[in-house]
């Protein structure tokens, strides 16, 4: 039997989502192993992937964050899925378009579709209709974001209207979805990125509008990651953006308790119209094995790029159905008429506009470079310093880590 190692990142709802598929694998492959292992978060599965390179001792295959792409594309570990497989063995023109974008460089993909998504707008029908408000009518800009968020909390239904998960990526994301630039090089992505962008005008104003709906109690600091889903289900905000990865457990928690409504991303008026962006991670596969192993790890690959794999996959979690086929076989099915939530992150990142401020941001250590920046949003929800001097700080921070970066690659 040949063994494969898996890191994931996979907790909460999508940890059996990931043993469901895992398990099918292996019962349709008695020769073949695949032990998928939780790591921790994004952030620990790519650390100790670098780590355990180091040590010689590296998994088959790593969940990793779009945030890791330059340091995966630069750690010189990877085997390119591209380099994988033979001309025509995996039909990638299937791969819905966005997220091929992301993962390839000068044409060629890197790392293999998994759990692509994006950030969408979540909001509690119930809560809406309670302060008067239309629930099939949502804000669709920042302006009606806080005039709803207003009413909301006036009307004593909520102490806070709304709250933002991953609020650094959604820092990012609302820069790509107005078409700016978050760094120069076009995001890093036509040379190596020297200086972030970030600290700009469009910047600035999204963290002031922020920050004045924090002060207004409309905006509420809820944590990283996925920690302000819990002030969501527990009614005490009505608005939220996440990413399209909640969809799946927002949707469990809150059954026949409220009702969710989903929809864009809000925008600023005036400014164009770029896309959201790609996030979720995918899987990297790293060098230091046997022909063996690599021909067990191409038949797990082709095993999760399944339509229907791929399909279940979507249904359980809320990523993207990252292939045109599976997309097709859950639209035939009806799924999407059942679910509409599951449509919203789709429907908004296939009806953007693809331009190079939209593609995604490629930056050497973006770990360290959204903590400084998720810092500087936390310093500033917290009225300890004001937007404009707390992304201007930030940006220095960045810029040194990025000229280190550079160094590190000459
Ligand atoms: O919740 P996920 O997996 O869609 O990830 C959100 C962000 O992209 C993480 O960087």
């Known amino acids: 039997v040949t063994k494969i190692t898996f890191w994931h990142a996979m907790s909460g709802k999508r940890l059996p989502a990931v043993e469901r598929i895992v398990n099918g694998f292996n019962e349709a492959h008695p020769d073949i192993q695949v032990e998928a292992q939780f790591m921790g978060s994004y952030k620990e599965v790519l650390a100790k992937t670098i780590a355990a390179v180091k040590a010689g001792n590296p998994p088959h295959l790593a969940q990793v964050y779009e945030v890791g ?14 380099t994988l497989f033979e001309e025509g063995e995996v039909d990638f023109g299937d791969v819905v378009g966005p997220i091929l974008d992301y993962y390839s460089v000068d044409g060629k993909l890197y790392s293999m579709p998994f759990n692509s998504s994006t950030a969408i707008l979540y909001y509690n029908k119930d809560l809406f209709k309670k302060a008067g408000l239309d629930p099939n009518r949502p804000p669709t800009t920042y302006k009606e974001l806080e005039e709803m968020g207003k009413k909301l909390v006036e009307s004593g239904v909520v102490p806070n209207a709304f709250s933002t998960g991953w609020p650094s990526w959604v820092f990012e994301q609302a820069h790509a979805y ?82 969710v409504g989903t929809t864009f991303l809000p925008r600023f008026e005036g400014y164009p119209r770029g896309n959201s962006v790609i996030g979720g991670a995918t899987l990297w596969v790293l060098k230091g094995h046997s022909d063996e192993e690599y021909k067990a790890v191409k038949e797990f690959l082709k095993w999760i790029i399944r339509p229907e794999v791929t399909a279940q996959w979507h249904k359980d979690t809320g990523y993207f159905p990252a292939t045109n086929s599976s997309l097709k076989l859950l639209m035939d099915e009806g799924w999407f008429s ?20 939209s593609q995604g941001v490629r930056l050497g250590n973006f770990v360290e470079i959204r903590n400084i920046v998720q810092t500087a949003l936390e310093n500033c929800f917290a009225g300890k310093t004001d937007p404009k001097t707390a992304l201007d700080e930030a940006a220095q921070e960045a810029n040194r880590v990025l000229k280190e970066y550079s160094e590190l690659y000459k």
Do not use: C, W
Not at 338 to 357: E, I, R, W, Y
């Open 69 to 82: 792409l330059q340091t995966m594309l630069d750690s010189g570990v990877i085997v390119p899925v591209h």
């Open 178 to 259: 107005h078409n700016q630039f978050f760094a120069n090089n076009e995001n890093g992505r036509k040379g190596r990125a020297t200086e972030v962008l970030f600290n700009g005008p469009f910047g600035v104003k999204y963290l002031e509008t922020m920050s004045r709906m924090a002060k207004e109690k409309v905006y509420i600091y809820g944590g990283r990651e996925y920690s302000p889903n819990k002030a969501f289900l527990a009614q005490q905000i009505a608005m939220l953006i996440q990413s399209t990865s909640s969809v799946g457990s927002i949707e469990a928690a809150t059954e026949g308790k409220f009702e």
């Open 338 to 357: 059942n679910h509409p939530n599951h449509l919203t992150a789709f429907l908004q990142v296939l009806s953007g506009v693809k331009t190079p401020m």
